[in-house]
């Protein structure tokens, strides 16, 4: 199920390319990340919906048969035993398509993803003083 090969406006723009059992799929996927990462932005990176704190924190997609996550090689390597029920690569997992998400452990990355993140912010920014 590969959406159209155009740029989107906006993580709805994205959204609204697929079918309706699709759409209700990554909108709770992207209601889940909102809420673990309630000041994070979102936006279109690699032509696919992303989530942004000082850096980028995680994007998804949808595919023919899953759904891709992607939280960086740090985001899957912290819970490699999590998610060793799914295939992935370094820093991608997929979620079948007609599996219910994980709700809960998207929600820990995301979190942990945020931690991360801003850590790294701050050690950035105090080399800087």
């Known amino acids: ?31 889940a990340i909102k809420a673990a990462a309630p000041g ?4 279109i990176s690699y032509q696919m919906p992303t989530f942004a704190l000082k850096g980028n924190l995680v994007h998804f997609a949808a595919w023919k048969n899953h759904i891709g996550f992607y939280p960086t090689s740090s985001g899957t390597q ?7 029920l799914y295939e992935g690569a370094k ?9 219910p998400l994980p709700l ?4 820990k990355i995301v ?3 945020v931690a991360e993140n801003l850590k790294k912010a701050e050690i950035k ?5």
Do not use: C, H
Not at 91 to 99: E, L, N, Q, R, T
Not at 125 to 129: A, D
């Open 111 to 113: 979190k942990f993803r």
């Open 104 to 107: 809960k452990l998207i929600s």
């Open 40 to 43: 994070a932005e979102e936006k």
């Open 91 to 99: 820093g991608s997992v997929k979620f079948p398509i007609d599996k």
């Open 125 to 129: 920014s105090s080399k800087k003083k």
């Open 1 to 31: 199920m590969e959406s159209n090969k155009i740029g989107y406006g906006s993580i709805d723009d994205y959204i609204a390319t697929f079918p309706k059992e699709i759409q209700i799929i990554l909108e709770e996927l992207r209601a």
């Open 78 to 84: 912290a819970f490699i035993n999590e998610l060793s």
